[in-house]
């Protein structure tokens, strides 16, 4: 590996140059909320808008690249379009994100954090989320399966999986 | 708030209607990563890609697109250009994480995480993360202050915070 004698303790450390990995899972996932449009209907979804025309107004998209994305959205399986009934009117659909939509909370609470970190905007924060029961704010922890915090990338071991070819 | 009768406890409750919340953290935050090529950089960059020739060949994007996605994650203090020296040959740049792009590792682990569960490659993931100390698998989990898991969507309350103004 190229850079064994220089790198810092906060990089992960192992033969990239070795393999490839595409498809990269985290590269299938950030295509789910690309293009940019995507993302903005997932995070407004993920703020509890539901409908067409509310998606509209959040996202100040047009009718036209609205529709295909939440078509595609839902193909994905991201969202489901579900039928619902306002008293007086016709029966209409609403899109509601599935199990595997409400899976990228954490994705998208880890964002929400970076920016407000990093992009903070000059007014404050526009969101705050906390835990409903103790009021305290909810972020998202790097932690391993035994529980422990893994605070620098260092700590964290990456290794080709199944998936990845050695590079001939 | 329209659907107070009708959300399931998967979803967050809250005014979203009465709120504009334009420049919303999780969309700045989501800006950096698209489009398409920049979350690719910032996903290698977390590989441990430095070199503009890896970048190249890891992305297979062409040297202009490269270039100008460099350029602009630099100018965002995601990446660092730092000189370096090869023996004999001339000085070079490469491109390092700073501790703001560091610090995106928690967003870019729960992509991958959820990736690699809704996604599933047939050959299973290319990349496979570890707790350097103990061996166990490293995800994100989404908590709060107090050290509370946060487990359903459900469990947070979200709130307009200083930079939302009021939809008149």
Do not use: N
Request: proline letters at 5%; a neutral charge.
């Amino acid at each position: 590996m190229q850079h064994d004698g220089a790198h810092d303790a906060h990089e992960l450390r192992w033969e990239r140059e070795a393999w490839r990995l595409e498809p990269d899972s985290a590269q299938r996932a950030l295509d789910v909320l690309v293009p940019r449009s995507a993302g903005q209907i997932v995070r407004e979804a993920f703020y509890g808008t539901r409908r067409f025309d509310d998606f509209l107004r959040h996202t100040g998209m047009t009718r036209g690249v609205l529709s295909a994305r939440l078509r595609e959205l839902t193909e994905q399986g991201v969202l489901a379009r579900v039928a619902y009934h306002d008293t007086g009117s016709r029966g209409r659909h609403e899109y509601r994100l599935t199990d595997k939509g409400r899976d990228l909370a954490a994705a998208i609470i880890s964002l929400l954090t970076w920016a407000d970190r990093w992009l903070p905007s000059p007014d404050g924060p526009t969101v705050v989320l906390t835990h409903r029961e103790c009021g305290a704010p909810v972020r998202t922890e790097v932690r391993c399966g035994e529980g422990h915090r893994v605070d620098s990338i260092g700590d964290i071991r990456a290794e080709p999986g199944p998936g990845a070819r050695p590079r001939s």
